[in-house]
């Protein structure tokens, strides 16, 4: 292991919180409906989707009170790195099932540079630094490291594999078809402002559904659930995305996914009142990652407010990170 790397991953295992940042809510499971709330909150996001080029997709689930706000939600869009929530969630499933273990090695696989004459459908990739798969998975989804996250999909074997997690959990309209180094590797093929590709796509309703399964507990064990979304609250990329329109504090758990003209960002929101907000945004345009990131901020501060009851930010944001810690 490089000296570099070891200090990341040492600094990163040691950050770990012990406890569950997100404790469960008691409370029901969402059941699908739109109240007066949601139809004048999904015209707002609308309102705010039609200043982008390209295509938006938002879908928002309120998991304790019901209620779901969609834009575009049926649509296809570029997963990118959001699909490492599944990648973990597959591994963390075989963990529970006795077939691997978070303390089990893997090498890191690091892509191979290839002509574009002998590309084949899978990119080439030589085994590099081998780690803990706990450690892979706080890398994968925390800083979004790619050559992480191939080793815990090669672990669990491959893209088959998630999808097969994916369907046994009920998520239908979300399918990963690429490791992460054929994805980089094929980056700007397609223009995914104009074209639909179903390869490594979700839907936006697709996603929070996966959201809701690992949050409600049905789809992981309480255990699993813990190792996930703890990680996720400590992701470290995506500043200028749904976090930028959330106050000081709020607790969110989330993972980012940025390919060529795709800026995504999904994730669960503790609200003031400790119900959880699943919300997945997803924009492919020409625009830019800053542009989209103002976007996407935008929609996030527009659902958080509609959700909480709150008119303004809180003065003392402060005040909110402890009180969501102690729940």
Sequence with gaps: MTGRLLKIVTALLLAAPTPLAMAPVQGRQSE?????????????VESIARGAR????????????????????????????????AIAATYLSMVEQGKLRLDQEWAMQMPVREPVSVRGPVARVHPGTVLPAQA???????????????????????????????ARAGIAGQHLDHTMATLVRDDGRIDPA???????????????????????????????RAVLLDTMTRTVTGSKRIKAGLPEGVLFAHKTGTLRNVTDDVGIIRLPDGRHLAVAIFVAGPDGHAAHG???SSIARTLYFGYSGQTAEPQQSGIYATALQRR
């Excluded at 699908?32 to 707002?44: F, K, N």
């Excluded at 304790?64 to 490492?84: C, E, R, Y």
């Excluded at 996966?210 to 064990?221: E, K, M």
């Design 136 to 166: 892979l998975m706080e890398l994968s989804i925390t800083r979004s490291n790619n050559e992480a996250t191939d080793a815990l999909l090669s672990a669990v074997g491959g893209p088959a594999a998630v999808n097969a997690w994916l």
């Design 54 to 85: 390209g295509r938006v997709g938002v879908a928002a689930m309120d998991l304790d009170s019901g209620g779901i706000v969609l834009l575009n939600g049926d649509q296809p869009f570029p997963m990118a790195s959001t699909a490492k929530i």
């Design 294 to 296: 103002e976007v996407i």
């Design 32 to 44: 699908l409906y739109q109240t007066a709330r949601d139809t004048v909150l999904q015209q707002q």
């Design 194 to 224: 104009s074209v639909i590709d179903q390869r490594t796509a979700s839907t936006p309703r697709a996603m929070v559904s996966l959201l809701g399964a690992i949050d409600r507990g049905g789809a992981l064990s309480p255990q699993s």
